[in-house]
Nanobody, 124 residues
Framework: QVQLVESGGGLVQAGGSLRLSCAAS????????MGWFRQAPGKEREFVAA????????YYANSVKGRFTISRDNAKSTAYLQMNSLKPEDTAVYYC?????????????????WGQGTQVTVSS
């Protein structure tokens, strides 16, 4: 069973940047795709970005495309989400998740391990 721990959240002004990290332990990180999701107050959880097991394939929600970059370092068992040009509507708790397989997916049900989440707040 893989355990995931997110870090890097915080308070930032609109237009600023943050880099989230997701450290994995207890399993074979490199075999699986990873994803980032977020949930804002009063809203359902939504897909943000995903990366294949090699890192060669990435996929983004339209709302973050061109501003966010997902990456991974399999040697460190860590996934990242670089967030630039942040907007107030990016405010949410961000979760990383391990996929059941090696390819990217936008569906939460395709992920079987989740971190505890990290809060990102973007002020206007």
């Amino acid at each position: 069973q893989v355990q995931l721990v997110e870090s890097g959240g915080g308070l930032v002004q609109a237009g600023g940047s943050l880099r989230l990290s997701c450290a994995a332990s207890g399993g074979t990180f490199r075999r699986y795709a990873m994803g980032w999701f977020r949930q804002a107050p009063g809203k359902e959880r939504e897909f943000v970005a995903a990366i294949s097991w090699t890192g060669g394939g990435t996929y983004y929600a339209n709302s973050v495309k061109g501003r966010f970059t997902i990456s991974r370092d399999n040697a460190k068992s860590t996934a990242y989400l670089q967030m630039n040009s942040l907007k107030p509507e990016d405010t949410a708790v961000y979760y990383c998740a391990k996929s059941r397989g090696s390819l990217t997916s936008t569906e939460g049900l395709q992920y079987d391990s989740w971190g505890q989440g990290t809060q990102v707040t973007v002020s206007s």
